[in-house]
């Protein structure tokens, strides 16, 4: 068979995907003919392509080269390997040198154009896509990679155009899906997004970025349980990506208020909590606790001895965690964990019985979070015995009236840097900010004072007022009333939120009065300590000179 007819079918096979028909033509090519450029060439080519590591398959294609250096295709082979190994510069060259020598081949123009685009030269780019559109017409990468370019400089509703052309004239293009996709994401237009996102993961299921951007589409959409279905089945998929790892842990931090990993590491809480645990609960006891959280407190009331604890938590993926780590920890005969609201826990269907012990952790920054009180009267008449054991039984809540005044800058916000920003005041949280005694520069005017008591084994009233004179020991401006609580889980177990520990999760509160109060030893301030049914506040009724 004459050389030439050899080669085509070489080059046949390779195009039909018999790497080993063309491997084998051009083997006995080169056995009587070595220096075959055209064999030398395709070789280089197929064997890249079945497996050879980029550098050997080079150096087949650079013998091609030296044997032939008028022959384009060469030359855009060896830019394509090039640019395989990251040398973009040699790439461009190398298609430069292609095209050159063949201006009417759009693919060595989409090619160098795609080397551009790396090295951040992208009007030359889109120049290098036009023309391969301009000498190949319909060549649909040309088409997409025109789209990439004219995105990268801002020129976004013609990129859009492209993209959209591209998946028309080739719907199985996974590339021209994924930038339609993200560009319309972009756009705000999530509903297209969400379909080419998907589309590009029916072509490929193993394009992570595709799953990502479904996931953001999703979560645009105020669908996050949808998301966070398609992350989780992602990382499934492809456990080896980081990104995907990433947005898994990412859509999952936002789910949960950011309270819970500081609490869990709060060596002071837990090891009160412990002890008043091991103090309540006794063998084969049915332990109620409202809050699952991460499972902490539940499990240590199995290894105390329970016989059953029930729990609840209102957070879906909160409670699933939590049904995993009760598992994890070997604790799944004996904990069973609900996720609903307690209030709607109910007796013979999610507990047997009432509850021998009932343990609660629904405590804030300033000791009182919303509704806790009717929360836990509403546990103590429903679900609970009229003896058991509640932890925790009390709290004291104390005060002290304080100078703070970077905190002071802005609560409220008012004129910072010489601006008025007071309009932003608007997004300040109501209520008490959070206080670290610890870290906060602050001057304390007044000795503590006993300030609110709260007994959770009773029924307390959802709101209450009552007035405190608070005489000032030193000179100063007052800016309100730092707070603190203990939390007295037993007789013997007290937890002090006023710890100035670095694991102290809680730390302090303080509430701000409307305006400043100067102040100096002796004068007093008529103050109205009370609660509602979402906090605690202290109102400044009067101020007495001495």
């Not at 997409?144 to 028309?168: H, M, P, S, Y």
């Not at 920890?329 to 013979?348: A, E």
């Not at 000791?367 to 925790?392: G, S, T």
């Amino acid at each position: 068979m004459p050389a030439i007819l050899a080669i085509e079918d070489a080059y046949k096979a390779a195009e039909a995907g018999d790497y080993d028909a063309a491997k084998r033509i051009c083997g006995r090519l080169l056995e009587t003919e070595p220096d075959h450029a055209e064999a030398l060439h395709l070789l280089g080519v197929v064997a890249y392509q079945t497996g050879l590591q980029p550098q050997e398959a080079l150096a087949l294609i650079e013998r091609a080269i030296a044997i032939d250096p008028q022959n384009a295709r060469f030359h855009n082979s060896r830019g394509a390997l090039h640019y395989a190994l990251n040398q973009d510069a040699e790439a461009a060259a190398s298609f430069e040198r292609s095209t050159a020598l063949n201006p009417r081949d759009g693919t060595a123009w989409n090619n160098l154009g795609n080397a551009l685009l790396r090295m951040d030269r992208v009007a030359e780019a889109e120049t290098c896509f036009r023309q391969a559109l301009a000498v190949t017409r319909g060549l649909i990468t040309a088409i997409n990679n025109l789209g990439v370019a004219l995105r990268r400089q801002g020129r976004l509703d013609t990129a859009l155009i492209c993209f959209k052309e591209a998946v028309l004239h080739q719907p199985d293009y996974l590339d021209a899906h994924f930038n339609l996709a993200e560009l319309s994401q972009r756009l705000d237009d999530v509903a297209t997004a969400e379909v080419h996102f998907r589309r590009a993961i029916e072509i490929d299921p193993d394009c992570a970025p595709a799953h990502g951007g479904l996931a953001q589409c999703l979560l645009d959409q105020q669908r996050g349980a949808e998301a966070l279905a398609v992350l989780r089945a992602a990382t499934e998929r492809l456990p080896e990506d980081e990104e995907l790892q990433f947005a898994l842990r990412l859509h999952m931090s936002g789910m949960v208020p950011a309270w819970h990993i500081p609490m869990i590491n709060d060596d002071e809480r837990n090891a009160a909590y412990a002890r008043a645990v091991e103090r309540a609960v006794r063998p084969g006891d049915l332990v109620f606790e409202i809050g699952t959280g991460s499972g902490l407190v539940a499990m240590m009331a199995a290894r105390a001895g329970a016989g059953l604890v029930v729990t609840c938590e209102a957070v879906p993926i909160l409670a699933e965690v939590a049904k995993a780590t009760v598992a994890r920890n070997g604790y799944s005969d004996r904990i069973k964990v609900l996720s609903k609201r307690s209030t709607q826990v109910t007796l013979g269907e999610d507990m047997p019985q009432k509850a021998d012990v009932f343990m609660s952790e629904l405590i804030n920054i300033g000791m009182l979070a919303p509704n806790m009180l009717p929360i836990i009267q509403h546990a103590r008449a429903n679900l609970v015995k009229p003896d058991a054991r509640i932890i925790p039984e009390a709290a004291v809540v104390w005060g002290q009236m304080m100078q703070c005044d970077h905190l002071a800058r802005i609560n409220p916000v008012r004129h910072i840097d010489g601006f008025d920003l007071s309009a932003f005041d608007a997004f300040r949280s109501p209520g008490y900010a959070q206080l670290d005694l610890g870290a906060d520069p602050h001057h304390m005017l007044s000795h503590r004072f006993r300030a609110l008591d709260f007994d959770f084994r009773v029924d307390m009233r959802e709101a209450d007022l009552h007035p405190l004179a608070v005489i000032a020991t030193e000179t100063g401006i007052c800016h309100g009333i730092a707070f603190w609580f203990d939390l007295v889980l037993d007789a013997e177990t007290i937890y002090r939120s006023e710890s100035r520990s670095r694991t102290n999760h809680w730390k302090q509160a303080m509430h701000f009065f409307p305006e400043p109060v100067p102040v100096k030893p002796g004068d007093r301030l008529d103050i109205a300590a009370g609660y509602d049914n979402t906090r605690i506040f202290f109102n400044l009724l009067g101020v007495h000179a001495r």
